[in-house]
């Protein structure tokens, strides 16, 4: 046993030591292009905190004028703070929005139109995973309506905006988990059958499958738009679950910073040359098909309701699936 014991300790100890050559490899790409935003105006949902704040880090140093748009607007004002003190760029703004209450969308929409003539990127980053069930204050559940309804009806309201200021871009942040996703459209809210792992699942996927049918209806409008998988990265959106809070902390040495977890959204935001690619799923790291995709998927799964959550079936189909399914970098 003391032997058992011995190795495993040196393992985990080993591990540790090549943590961040690990977390290097997982990292991904990085956006490499030195495009300037003078004179652009961003909007960036849930900016606050985590992905969104080093996403606006990054354009307000490239120049743009930025919108933290943000349900706690506290914290937002002290992000955006932080933010021109780094970057020198006086035009980091914030704005009262919370997803889960379309008034607030629609009133932020209104203030938002009434201030600015233009809008050149749109990015929906703001999110919440693994929450008890709750509802929206329309009466959606909440994943659902936070993560997929709330940027819907924000993205609608903005589209006009977005077309007038063209070439401008839509960037929707998704995620891996949405390969395990479903529109279940007969209980779209999770009256019948509820599991917080799943939900954030199938909001993910109507991510997806939003961005692909806007591409569809934007063509010609000189708007393009993308989902991304930003990775696995540190961050608050699992705070709701205590397991996951748990695992987070101990494979942290492995998991993306925030600003490398932002690079997907970056590229998407700012890389020349992807308007034929408008609908397309985003991915920055090293994996290569589906098949691969899946164990992360399941991974996730596992881990938000525990083994058993899956039947036999629904786990072979999920590590069967083989291709390339999304476009690295």
């Known amino acids: 046993m003391m032997v058992i014991l011995g190795l495993l300790t040196s393992f985990l100890s080993f591990l540790y ?16 292009t030195d495009v300037q935003l003078p004179g652009k105006v961003v909007v960036i949902t849930g900016a606050n905190t985590g992905i969104g704040k080093e996403t606006a880090r990054e354009l307000a140093r490239r120049g743009a004028r930025v919108y933290i748009a943000c349900r706690d607007v506290l914290k937002g ?24 209450d379309t008034k607030s969308i629609r009133a932020f929409a209104e203030g938002f139109l009434a201030e600015e003539k233009q809008l050149h990127i749109l990015i929906n980053n703001a999110g919440v995973m693994m929450c008890p069930y709750s509802k929206t204050a329309d009466g959606f559940e909440t994943h659902l309506g936070v993560n997929h309804l709330g940027h819907f009806l924000l ?4 589209l006009e905006r977005l077309k007038e200021s063209a070439p401008a871009r839509v960037v929707n ?11 279940r459209f007969h209980d779209l809210q999770g009256e019948k059958s509820y599991s917080r792992g799943f939900a954030y699942c199938h909001s993910k996927l ?7 049918e806007l591409a569809k209806k934007l063509q010609g409008t000189g ?15 699992v705070r709701h679950s205590f397991l996951m809070c748990l695992l987070w902390r101990l494979f942290s040495p492995f998991l993306k910073s925030a600003r490398e977890g932002a690079q997907t959204s ?6 020349e040359g992807l308007e034929p690619l408008s609908g397309k799923y985003f991915r ?15 991974f996730y799964i596992l881990t938000a309701r525990g083994p058993g959550c899956l039947p036999g079936p629904e786990i072979t189909k999920l590590l069967s699936v083989c291709g390339p399914s999304a476009v690295s970098f």
């Open 206 to 212: 109507a991510n997806v499958l939003f961005t692909r």
């Open 223 to 237: 708007v393009t738009t993308y989902s991304v998988h930003p990775g696995i990265v540190r961050s608050e959106l």
């Open 155 to 158: 993205t609608h309201l903005l």
């Open 173 to 183: 942040l998704s995620s891996v988990v949405h390969i395990a996703g479903k529109i």
């Open 17 to 32: 030591v090549i943590a961040p050559s690990i977390r290097k490899f997982f990292a991904g790409g990085v956006c490499r």
């Open 77 to 100: 004002e002290s992000a955006a703070s932080e933010i021109r003190a780094d970057t020198k760029n006086s035009q980091v703004l914030v704005r009262k929005l919370d997803l889960s």
């Open 284 to 298: 920055g790291i090293y994996i290569r098909n589906l098949a691969r995709e899946a164990f992360l998927a399941l």
């Open 266 to 271: 970056l590229h998407c935001a700012l890389a």
